[in-house]
């Protein structure tokens, strides 16, 4: 089993940043992968960003240029520093790793993006 914990959420202001971290604890030696997906109310869930343990990344067209992911192989963390928010980048977001056949979710950090 693996436990996913987030933080960072909050509020801020068109334009503004917040940085999410997700740390990772249990059974982790499987995971070869980490992300975050986020869900706007009435949306489905979709992909923000991913981060394979050997560091390459993949970003949603939506965050490419404003978003980055990140990892601390030694804290177990993933982090996602979001720059130039907007007010569609309001969601819930999750975080999530992959082992192989499984999908471990977080339960998610409230971002909102308002004046």
């Known amino acids: 089993q693996v436990q996913l914990v987030e933080s960072g959420g909050g509020l801020v202001q068109p334009g503004g940043s917040l940085r999410l971290s997700c740390a990772a604890s249990g059974t982790i030696f499987s995971i070869y992968a980490m992300g975050w997906f986020r869900q706007a109310p009435g949306k489905q869930r979709e992909l923000v960003a991913a981060i394979t343990t050997r560091g390459s990344t993949n970003y949603a067209d939506s965050a490419k240029g404003r978003f980055t992911i990140s990892r601390d192989n030694a804290k177990n963390t993933v982090y996602l520093q979001m720059n130039s928010l907007k007010p569609e980048d309001t969601a819930v977001y999750y975080c999530?790793?992959?082992?192989?056949?499984?999908?471990?979710w977080g339960q998610g950090t409230q971002v909102t993006v308002s004046s």
């Open positions: 999530n790793a992959d082992e192989p056949g499984r999908r471990y």
